[in-house]
T-cell receptor
Framework: NAGVTQTPKFQVLKTGQSMTLQCAQD?????MSWYRQDPGMGLRLIHY???????DQGEVPNGYNVSRSTTEDFPLRLLSAAPSQTSVYFC????????????FGPGTRLLVL | GENVEQHPSTLSVQEGDSAVIKCTYS??????FPWYKQELGKRPQLIID?????GEKKDQRIAVTLNKTAKHFSLHITETQPEDSAVYFC????????????FGTGTRLQVTL
């Protein structure tokens, strides 16, 4: 199993551009989440999904959209990038039910100029 | 919503000494408390977790204690080694929504020779 994968590893955007961060898992996990990590602030939840077709907002959802059309994929869309969205983005997944352990992807480093 | 505070922000210990990192949480409904280790440039990785029906859990040199009354939980690392040097994050969530982790701001542990 590849586990949780993310692409790209690094991206530079100009203010106002849009892009999609990709996340995929091959563990048949029911739950998937997106976090952003900023210096001194830990990880903060952006959006999460409890299954295909079901998504909900986390702590910092503004400026981001998600969809979950398949169990495997959970892309994060930045509609109009802003410098405040410069961060490291981590996708995570967990099996569900009583299995609470979350597994993180390798991260995407995003720089918005 | 949940708020997790973590102390200290940095911790330096000599090899072989013990290290203790403390966290407090605000939501009494939280019942799942994982600890993650993150090495520089890498993804967070789960090292130990505890659920609210347990007061203490050990795994070799690592232990976590939970005081639900005081809403405190702590990570204890004994016989520290240089490879323990990393940033450690505590987190909390309500078990049924364990994808919605609220993280502390992290502790940078440095183990010196």
């Amino acid at each position: 199993n590849a586990g949780v994968t993310q692409t790209p590893k690094f991206q530079v955007l100009k203010t106002g551009q849009s892009m999609t961060l990709q996340c995929a898992q091959d563990m048949n996990h029911e739950y998937m989440s997106w976090y952003r990590q900023d210096p001194g602030m830990g990880l903060r939840l952006i959006h999460y999904s409890v299954g295909a077709g079901i998504t909900d907002q986390g702590e910092v959802p503004n400026g981001y959209n998600v969809s979950r059309s398949t169990t495997e994929d959970f892309p994060l869309r930045l509609l109009s990038a802003a410098p405040s969205q410069t961060s490291v983005y981590f996708c995570a997944s967990r099996l569900g039910g009583r299995q609470e352990t979350q597994y993180f992807g390798p991260g995407t480093r995003l720089l918005v100029l | 919503g949940e708020n997790v505070e973590q102390h200290p922000s940095t911790l330096s210990v000599q090899e072989g000494d013990s290290a203790v990192i403390k966290c407090t949480y605000s939501d009494s409904a939280s019942n799942y408390f994982p600890w993650y280790k993150q090495e520089l440039g890498k993804r967070p990785q789960l090292i130990i977790d505890i659920r609210s029906n347990v007061g203490e859990k050990k795994d070799q040199r690592i232990a976590v204690t939970l005081n639900k009354t005081a809403k405190h939980f702590s990570l204890h690392i004994t016989e520290t080694q240089p490879e323990d040097s990393a940033v450690y994050f505590c987190a909390a969530s309500i078990g049924s929504t364990a994808s919605k982790l609220t993280f502390g701001t992290g502790t940078r542990l440095q183990v010196t020779l």
